[in-house]
């Protein structure tokens, strides 16, 4: 058994918080540490006790004054989009078109997509994002040469084998058999094999046909358990294209639910422009809007409605992503810097303790993963994040007037990136230092 007592400042939430105030939703220890054991947390809280139940001889590590906090975690990203990231375009359709089809064809090659997997694992460390839920390419390679990555990484990884039959090159498309047989390969190949996941993944409405969301309700039906994951209403000449496609649906929420697509393991990325029926609908359904701010804004999609989703009559839950490609930072604390800004312009605030739980706890209870990851809580998986609240002489010189946790918090959003994250632990090991060597 191998033992590890990581000491430092530690902060976890068991609920969401009510207000800046709310001190009731997190646990916050100013000398703390962590108990871990096999790559699970076994006690959590102030060092002295923790220490006392440690067993004898156990290694130690020291982060303090740093916090340490739950590993980050990045509802809805692709993973074949790191060469399409900063590409210049006008809008989603021509983004797609010009740059994203074309470069996720490349994933065909199995040595390309195992290539561009070791890049995407290295950036999630390096970030301290420790699962993200990721959409591979239309190919069962990509899906293989991601798991196969998570699995040598230790991982917690929701990924799905993208589902299109139409509206792509030709290099892009399965067929509704296809796909069908090849998400259900990628099952029986990954699912639970490590800490990976599956998810059903039809692209979006626009390019698959009905026969193969008639597939994806078949694999949703098969597989009532698995995560599924699809766009949803982020542009608008997406979403008049779709209601073309699909004439009989009453809106674009209603085609996944004319499909049996909407629940609580389903992730709707970006939900941008839904109308109050459809948010009714998600919410009904317990299905997770993804708010994926830097892309909204990069592509030009529009701003998130935040608090109009979750405050009202009927709730939406939500998540947050960095939608790479589209987005533009792999950072979570940019992603939220960039939530709070879109969050101001529609005259609300959001609050870094609400930052810092949805990139924990928030974004595991969207996936429902939350006794496993998230939290700081005995029993769950030893995912963590370092942070460094003065990391660069700039943010060290705005950290000399720091004087509450909110304050670090929100210097850690609004200034940090990659060079604040210290280490990153992945199931209890040190994953960021000894990248170099892994
Ligand atoms: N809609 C369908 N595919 C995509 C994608 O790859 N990125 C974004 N942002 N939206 C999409
Ligand atoms: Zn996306």
Not at 158 to 167: E, L, S, T
Not at 240 to 248: G, S
Request: glycine share 6%.
């Amino acid at each position: 058994m191998t033992s590890t007592l990581i000491r430092g400042r530690t902060l976890s939430f068991n609920r969401a918080p009510e207000s800046i105030n709310d001190s009731a939703a997190y646990a916050y220890e100013s000398d703390g540490a962590l108990l871990v054991e096999n790559g699970v947390i076994k006690a959590c809280g102030p060092y002295a006790t923790v220490n006392t139940a440690a067993p004898e001889g156990v290694e130690e590590i020291d982060h303090r004054p740093h916090l340490i906090v739950p590993g980050f975690i990045d509802t809805h990203l692709h993973f074949p989009q790191m060469q399409v990231m900063a590409s210049y375009a006008a809008n989603l359709l021509e983004w797609l078109n010009t740059y994203t089809f074309p470069e996720e064809c490349r994933f065909v090659e199995t040595a390309h997509a195992e290539r561009i997997a070791r890049h995407f694992f290295d950036e999630m460390v390096r970030h301290g994002t420790t699962t993200a839920t990721a959409y591979c390419s239309v190919h069962k390679a990509s899906v293989d040469a991601f798991f196969a990555e998570s699995l040598r990484r230790g991982t917690c990884m929701v990924a799905g084998k993208v589902m299109m039959d139409r509206n792509a090159p030709q290099g892009l498309l399965d067929t509704p058999e296809m796909s069908y047989d090849e998400t259900r390969a990628v099952i029986a190949d990954w699912h639970g094999r490590g800490r990976n996941h599956v998810a059903i993944t039809p692209r979006f409405a626009i390019t698959s046909t009905p026969e193969q969301m008639e597939a994806a309700k078949s694999l949703v039906r098969e597989f009532p358990d698995l995560h599924v994951q699809t766009h949803l209403s982020e542009n608008r000449d997406e979403i008049a294209f779709t209601c073309e496609l699909y004439p009989e649906a009453k809106d674009y929420t209603d085609v996944y639910a004319r499909y049996g697509l909407l629940g609580r393991k389903s992730l709707f990325g970006h939900c941008i422009h839904l109308s109050e029926r459809e948010a009714d609908a998600m919410s009904e359904t317990g299905s997770v809007a993804v708010f994926c701010p830097t892309s909204n804004l990069f592509l030009g999609s529009g701003l998130f409605p935040l608090h109009d989703l979750t405050r009202r009559a009927k709730p939406v839950r939500v998540a947050v992503a960095s939608d790479i490609g589209g987005g533009t930072s792999y950072s979570m604390l940019k992603t939220l810097d960039e939530a709070y800004k879109v969050v101001q312009l529609q005259g609300e605030r959001l609050n870094p303790f609400d930052s810092f739980y949805m990139m924990t706890r928030g974004n595991a209870e969207a996936l429902s993963l939350e006794n496993r990851i998230g939290t700081l809580e005995p029993g769950s998986d030893a995912d963590l994040t370092v942070l460094d609240m003065a990391a660069t002489p700039a943010m060290a010189l705005r950290a000399e007037v720091v004087n509450s946790l909110a304050d670090e918090l929100f210097l850690l959003q609004t200034m940090g990136d990659d060079r604040s994250i210290v280490e990153t632990y992945v199931a209890g090991k040190p994953a960021k230092s000894t990248l170099d060597i892994a």
